[in-house]
Nanobody
Framework: QVQLVESGGGLVQPGGSLKLSCTASGNIFSIDTMAWFRRAPGEQRKLVAIIRRNASADYADSVRGRFAISRGNAENTVYLQMNSLKPEDTAVYSC???????????????WGQGTQVTVSS
């Protein structure tokens, strides 16, 4: 059973920084892409950033230049460094792993439970 666990959320003032972490556990052979999504109150979940196995990454226009996604050396960990945070960045941030291959299953997608990020003075 694959599980994704996020950490690093919290309350930060506008202009501050936070770093989110997400680790996938289980009998994982490989993961194609890992991504961060967020859902603000009253809104649909939206893609924030995605990173591929070759380390190429894409970002939502609203966070490009402020956020940076990276993968750990073990490739089952993904980080989201968030700088110059704004109140509109307030949301539940969820980690997603896509194209996960394990002993039991072919390529599948998994989600973490999410971590709250609140930007407020």
């Amino acid at each position: 059973q694959v599980q994704l666990v996020e950490s690093g959320g919290g309350l930060v003032q506008p202009g501050g920084s936070l770093k989110l972490s997400c680790t996938a556990s289980g009998n994982i052979f490989s993961i194609d892409t890992m991504a961060w999504f967020r859902r603000a109150p009253g809104e649909q979940r939206k893609l924030v950033a995605i990173i591929r196995r070759n380390a190429s990454a894409d970002y939502a226009d609203s966070v490009r230049g402020r956020f940076a996604i990276s993968r750990g050396n073990a490739e089952n960990t993904v980080y989201l460094q968030m700088n110059s945070l704004k109140p509109e960045d307030t949301a539940v941030y969820s980690c997603s792993a896509n194209g996960v291959r394990t002993l039991e299953d072919g390529p599948s997608r998994y989600w973490g439970q999410g971590t709250q990020v609140t930007v407020s003075s």
